[in-house]
């Protein structure tokens, strides 16, 4: 989720997001990580925008906090567009990061998923904007994967966790560390439609306080 700022002078549009990291697995540096890659890999293709017959570029502006005290009611009552809520946890009931909508402010994300270059929170943080995973997973033959591509995506042999594995052998699907942001997935998210409706916001609040999952099997 997060808040669009036009700048009509120098045509750009930002889009404004704040990473609220919150768990026992959480800590100032894994804010800075999320909020970094977020930032840079959506601003990285330099996103065009058609407003009025004029291109504007845009950029994704992110922040971060590590709040180790945050409790149900400061997500519940927050009434800021940019503030984005995820718990950071060694264990989660789904085995995967997730956020809770499409188009949402809160989530529950894997700290093993989150390691440098997974590009998971950039992948997350498209579903905030309200993007779904492609409904064709088999881009064989179509280069890069898109930053929307989940796990498992059948891909070129490149971007596979084995260049060298056959169709159906281990570690022969997408390797996420080669997601990129694409132009069609900047269009997806609607932009221009937001503005011309004078809706500034990219995103809902879903407002989620999550709890720590409990592994049931480390219970003796």
């Known amino acids: 989720m997060g808040e669009i700022e036009i700048i009509n002078d120098t045509k750009n549009i930002y889009i404004h997001a704040n990473m609220i990291v ?26 065009k925008i058609l407003l009025d017959n004029e291109v504007y570029t845009l950029s994704f502006m992110t922040t971060w906090q590590y709040e180790p005290e945050l409790n149900r009611d400061d997500i519940i009552y927050n009434n800021n567009p940019r503030n984005n809520y995820f718990r950071i946890e060694e264990y989660s009931k789904i085995q995967i990061s997730m956020v809770d909508d499409l188009g949402s402010n809160s989530g529950y994300f894997l700290k093993a998923n989150l390691y440098e270059g997974s590009t998971t929170a950039a992948h997350e943080f498209g579903h905030t904007m309200g993007l779904r995973h492609p409904a064709i997973l088999d881009i064989r033959g179509q280069g890069r ?56 916001i990219v995103g809902k609040y879903t407002a989620i306080f999550h709890e720590m999952h409990i592994n049931r099997e480390n219970i003796v």
Do not use: C
Not at 22 to 47: L, Q
Not at 175 to 193: A, S
């Open 145 to 200: 994967p898109g930053i929307m591509y989940p796990r498992g995506t059948l891909v070129d042999p490149e971007f596979q966790y084995n260049p060298l594995a056959k169709y159906g052998e281990p570690l022969h699907t997408m390797n996420p560390m080669h997601r990129r942001v694409r132009q069609e997935e900047i269009d997806l998210i609607g932009i221009p439609q937001l503005i011309y409706n004078q809706e500034l």
């Open 22 to 47: 919150y768990g026992n697995e959480a800590d100032e540096s894994i804010a800075k990580y999320i909020a970094e890659e977020i930032g840079e890999m959506w601003s990285e293709p330099k996103g």
